[in-house]
């Protein structure tokens, strides 16, 4: 037998997604956690072909194989401190979801809401994304409950991460949201995305006043912790 020894494989996209995550901070930390966060799959040619997506509405779910192209850069270690450890304890880089890993590949199950047919081109329109505006997606494939569902353990991450916090708007967030009707999902992708509490681990155990801000869609959305309260206190149209 030949030696398998630095063996490259060349993967090419086949389409990039759109997604409402415009920056890694806040992005939930696994799909389906956000059901509000939607993304469009662009698939690019030839991989937009009608043909490449018949039958796939039958099914409700997808397995989204991608590249982790913002940190595919940094490389990867053996030991990773994961978040659900409380992001001071290390593990495995293989008994984690990590985006610094060899080879960058991620894998998601989401939902599929629709295959989307527009001058003979195919695009996918899923939700519960966890995935970053632009990422290159390199295949996908039907979930298949029979085979993927299965009765399993989940480690140290056995349930979906507590919500403890509680999320407030002020009175001219509301009214703001309320006028951007092409954003019909956007109160609750806010208040779903903030309910995961983004926070640094090491920035939970304070009563201080926090203050953060991130991109969702094209707005800044800025908000301020105190305890187990979340007060989103400024939005603003990039
Ligand atoms: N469900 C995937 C991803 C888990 S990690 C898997 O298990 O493989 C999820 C985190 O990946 C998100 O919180 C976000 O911070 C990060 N992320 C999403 N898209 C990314 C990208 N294109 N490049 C780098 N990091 C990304």
Known sequence: ???????????????????????????????????????IIKLIAPYNHPD??????????????????????????????????GGNKKTGVFSTRSTFRPNSIGMSAVKLERVIINKNQAQIEVSGIDLLDGTPILD?????????????????????????????????????????????????????????????AYKKNTDQIQQYGVRLYDFNIQWQVVNNTTLVTNISQV
């Open 140 to 200: 996908i494939k039907p979930y298949i409950p029979y085979s993927d569902a299965v009765d399993a353990q989940g480690g140290f991450a056995d349930a979906p991460p507590a919500i403890t916090m509680s999320i407030e708007f002020s009175e001219a967030v509301l009214s703001f949201i309320a006028t951007q009707t092409q954003y019909p999902n956007l109160l609750a992708l806010i208040t779903q995305v903030l309910e995961q509490d983004p926070r640094p």
């Open 52 to 85: 490449a997506v018949r039958d796939l509405e039958q099914f409700s779910h997808l397995w989204l194989i991608f590249r982790f192209h913002q940190t595919a850069q940094q490389g990867w270690n053996p030991l990773v401190r994961p978040p659900r450890l």
């Open 1 to 39: 037998m030949t030696s398998l020894d630095n063996q490259q494989y060349t993967v090419n996209p086949i389409g990039f997604i759109q997604s409402p995550f415009k920056e890694k901070f806040a992005i939930p930390r696994q799909p389906r956690l956000a059901s509000s966060a939607h993304g």
